[in-house]
């Protein structure tokens, strides 16, 4: 029932790197292209990576650079390494295949404050 749960998320510094994970159910995992997007109150959604099923990664030009996405296909996990966080960086982040979207889970709170 539940396909996508993420964690990792907390209260970091600026410059701080903690990494995200995304647990995938299998269906969407094995099939699809998974992406972390991030929103923030009063913007849009925003997608910062992509990973397809082969491993090729895209990135937003806003995090190219500082963030790498990845994945373990025993875990059925994805992650998200993020490096050198800026407030704006600050948002809920989430993990979902990509337009075609499946049921948004509860994402994780990315809090960059000194």
């Known amino acids: 029932q539940v396909q996508l749960v993420e964690s990792g998320g907390g209260l970091v510094q600026p410059g701080g790197s903690p990494r995200l994970s995304c647990v995938v159910s299998t269906s969407i995992f094995s099939f699809n292209t998974i992406g972390w997007y991030r929103q923030t109150p009063g913007k849009q959604r925003e997608l910062v990576a992509s990973i397809t099923t082969g491993g090729s990664v895209g990135y937003a030009d806003s995090v190219k650079g500082r963030f790498t996405v990845s994945k373990d296909n025993a875990k059925r996990t994805v992650y998200l390494q993020m490096t050198s966080l800026k407030p704006e960086d600050t948002a809920v982040y989430y993990c979902?295949?990509?337009?075609?979207?499946?049921?948004w889970g509860q994402g994780t709170q990315v809090t960059v404050s000194a």
């Open positions: 979902n295949r990509l337009r075609t979207f499946a049921s």
